[in-house]
């Protein structure tokens, strides 16, 4: 596979990008002070290696066949979200084995894993990248068979630790598949087209899992789940570790950031902290508005839970065909452009479609207000993706492991948040709060500027196909 544009790097304005990967490094290249990855960060005012071409002779590879080069990674997206479903769908049953009987209680030990989630992606946030992806997402399977093990326990103290362990995974395997997807493509559109397919395929499972756990789960009930989930991770593990991977540039020519070079690498690039700020604000209003969803729904239309599984689905679905095919229309032809316009568009119908929910005066509208609503959030973590993967070049796996960080502490604010807004000014007071935290990622996306994708002069694109070396 052939990587176009720019690398990402730290070549200044008057220089050539850099060397693909094929390329030897030209004479005097690590004269350069900011070719010392470890102590030096990107100058964001004269680096303009986060560009990319946005080629018009080469089309972007269809989606199937993107898939059919990084099925391992899409699969252990997957595997990687059922202990956590099962937890979730067999609540009661898991309640009732632990002899509490209290499901609230239990539940409620999903907070931890939340905690596990922020302060792992923070910690390891540098690493992905300097260590090939793909071993840390075999290394985040192995701790996903390990939290299915310990799940099947049923003792609090043992739930708690499972919650723990499957929070700390998620944080380590979903950046590392992303960026392992990433990767395999370069930093052509493909690239930011595969990261995206990853949070398609997870969208996907999350959508589907809980009616399909249903079924195996009258033979083996769900500790069999538990069990099964176990199994197909340390299967796929191997599977993972032998997929072919192509090495970032600065690492391929034996320039590895240090762990907080790789931060101030990232604070370097342009947009970088405004998109973690979306990811951040969006997932408080969306994650958080889903926590109040049923009781809604209940409360305001009398809607019993077998009811709402079609609204659930309604919701999950949405987001499905949104992220799907906005991961796709984003990573065309300017997709710079595109990628922000649809952001910024979809944060202001985001927060307009929040109070079509609340305020809707007949269940239809309230449908149809949740669809668009879902959808929304979609476009907008599809854009977020791609600008990530599209602008941090050798430190996107950093982006992405601190993107979902703060996704994880938007959830537990804006589940916090709204649940205090609920109860202060009832569904509107909730949907206000919902909209803050909207409007604070539209404030953020505001800020920043699209890349010019069309190459200058000085800066002439390599037209000979990149060598792939695989770890």
Same mark, same amino acid.
């Given at each position: 596979?052939?990587?176009?544009? $720019?690398? /990402?790097?730290?070549? =200044? ?6 060397? /693909? ?23 964001? *005012? ?6 990319? *071409?946005?080629? *018009?002779? *080469? ?23 059922? =202990? ?53 997402a075999a290394v985040a399977l192995v701790l996903v068979a390990l939290a299915s093990a310990v799940g099947t ?35 052509? =559109? ?11 395929? +997870?969208?996907?499972?999350? /959508? ?6 249903? $079924? ?19 299967? %796929? ?32 690039? =342009? ?9 951040f604000g969006r997932a408080g209003a969306f994650m958080g508005h889903l926590a109040f969803l049923a009781v @809604? ?21 949405? $987001? @499905? ?8 229309? #984003?990573?065309?032809t300017d997709s710079e452009h595109r990628a922000l316009r649809a952001m910024r568009i979809c944060l202001i %119908? ?35 993706? /791609? ?34 807004? #609920? ?15 909207? #409007?604070?990622? #539209? ?26 070396? +695989?770890?």
């Open positions: 596979m052939s990587a176009k544009g $720019f690398q /990402t790097g730290d070549a =200044p304005k008057h220089q050539s990008a850099g060397p /693909t990967i094929a390329d030897p490094a030209p004479p005097g290249a690590t004269d350069h002070p900011t070719d010392h990855l470890t102590d030096h960060a990107i100058d964001p *005012e004269t680096d303009h290696g986060t560009d990319r *071409e946005r080629s *018009e002779v *080469e089309p972007l590879l269809s989606d199937w066949r993107i898939a059919a080069m990084v099925w391992p990674i899409l699969l252990a997206s997957v595997v990687g979200l059922l =202990p956590l479903t099962v937890f979730s769908v067999f609540l009661v049953s898991i309640a009732a084995a632990v002899g509490d009987g209290d499901a609230a209680s239990v539940g409620a030990l999903r907070g931890l894993g939340g905690i596990g989630a922020v302060v792992a992606g923070i910690a390891v946030a540098p690493l992905i990248g300097r260590i090939p992806p793909p071993k840390v326990i049923t003792w609090v103290p043992a739930l708690a630790l499972f919650c723990v362990l499957i929070g700390v995974s998620n944080a380590l395997l979903y950046p590392a598949l992303s960026t392992a997807a990433a990767d395999r493509f370069g930093t052509g =559109p493909a690239a930011s087209r595969a990261a995206t397919l990853v949070m398609t395929t +997870q969208t996907l499972a999350a /959508t589907l899992a809980a009616p399909l756990l249903a $079924f195996p789960a009258l033979w083996w009930g769900w500790q069999g789940n538990m069990i099964a989930a176990a199994v197909g991770a340390l299967l %796929l593990t191997p599977i993972l570790l032998r997929h072919r991977h192509q090495v970032p540039a600065a690492l391929n020519s034996g320039r590895r950031p240090g762990y907080l070079a790789a931060f101030r690498m990232l604070g370097a690039v =342009p947009g970088a902290r405004a998109l973690l700020m979306v990811a @809604f729904y209940n409360d305001r239309f009398d809607l019993p839970p077998t009811a709402f599984a079609f609204v659930w689905t309604l919701s999950g679905g949405s $987001f @499905f065909f949104g992220h799907l095919i906005a991961g796709r229309l #984003l990573n065309t %119908l985001a927060a307009i479609s929040l109070f079509g929910v609340y305020l809707a005066p007949t269940l239809v509208v309230s449908l149809l207000a949740t669809a668009v609503l879902s959808a929304s959030h979609a476009v907008i973590a599809a854009a977020v993706v /791609t600008l990530l993967v599209g602008r941090c070049g050798d430190v996107r796996g950093t982006a992405l492991s601190l993107s979902a960080a703060g996704m994880s502490l938007g959830l537990f604010l804006g589940a916090a948040a709204g649940g205090a807004g #609920l109860a202060a000014g009832g569904y509107l007071g909730a949907g206000t709060v919902f909209s803050a935290f909207t #409007l604070l990622a #539209l404030a953020a996306a505001l800020t920043i500027r699209a890349n010019n994708p069309t190459p200058s002069p000085s800066h002439p694109h390599p037209h000979s196909p990149t060598s792939e070396r +695989q770890r």
